[in-house]
């Protein structure tokens, strides 16, 4: 089974978990915005595209897929399956990268700023994503 009906389940999924960081957590947020980093999350099955801008303070996140004039520092490209394991807690991104499940274009090392974010997010995820599924 997938875990997301479709492409706004997705989108609605991701932008409550970020709402809720931001709320219950603002010192991930922070931690990415440290990082001056741009990260384009590319998913399949759904599809969709969730940008993460951390040179602004709190991190703007655009769903779809906005013109944004900003170039990525970061390119992920995975399947909504794949991320939904990693803020399970299922899946770390080192064994997401070993197994192929996502691929990154740009410097890797720089993706350690985003290996926070995800764990910070796992704290909140699970409940975020039982509640869109009911």
């Known amino acids: 089974m997938q875990p997301y009906r479709d492409t706004d389940h997705l989108y609605d999924t991701l932008q409550q978990l970020f709402e809720q960081l931001e709320q219950y957590n603002p010192s991930a947020g ?6 001056r980093l741009v990260v384009k999350l590319t998913m399949t ?13 709190p991190i703007a996140t655009l769903f779809g897929q906005q013109q944004t004039g900003i170039r990525p520092d970061l390119d992920i490209t995975l399947k909504a399956n794949a991320l939904h394991r990693i803020l399970l807690g299922e899946l770390s991104l080192t064994k997401a990268l070993g197994q192929r499940a996502l691929q990154v274009k740009g410097p890797i090392f720089k993706a350690t700023a985003l290996a926070s974010l995800f764990r910070q997010s796992q704290a909140l995820y699970p409940e975020v994503w039982h509640t869109s599924i009911s």
């Open 30 to 35: 922070q931690d990415f915005s440290r990082s």
């Open 45 to 57: 099955e759904p599809e969709g595209v969730v940008i993460l801008n951390g040179r602004t303070t």
